[in-house]
């Protein structure tokens, strides 16, 4: 049972990955260079990749935990379209992930 828990957690983070992914070649920050985006695009694949398919001895929930924590810091952190839409796409996929205030969490006040 534990091991279906682990394997539909990774097919919800790969797909907020590929809405991650989308978000960020939809809307790029005015500032980021084309390798930016690239580097960035990258990296999240890199870690949908890793989710998928980590070593045997990372293919636990806890290990998936820093992935989701990694893929998701900019989008609970930032704002601006790409957010907006990111979240959006989240909801309509109907992935149960929230948005985070982890600030506010430290500072004692819910979101």
Known sequence: MR?????EQTINLA????IAVSSIQKFPYKDWSEANILHIINTYNSWKEDAL???PKYKNVKSL???VDSVFIWFDEGS???VNYFWENIK?????YKRKNKLASVWGRTQ
């Open 80 to 82: 601006g379209e790409g």
């Open 3 to 7: 091991n279906i828990k682990y394997t």
């Open 15 to 18: 797909k907020a990955i590929d």
């Open 92 to 96: 309509l996929a109907n992935l149960p």
């Open 65 to 67: 935990s820093y992935v």
């Open 53 to 55: 398919n980590p070593e």
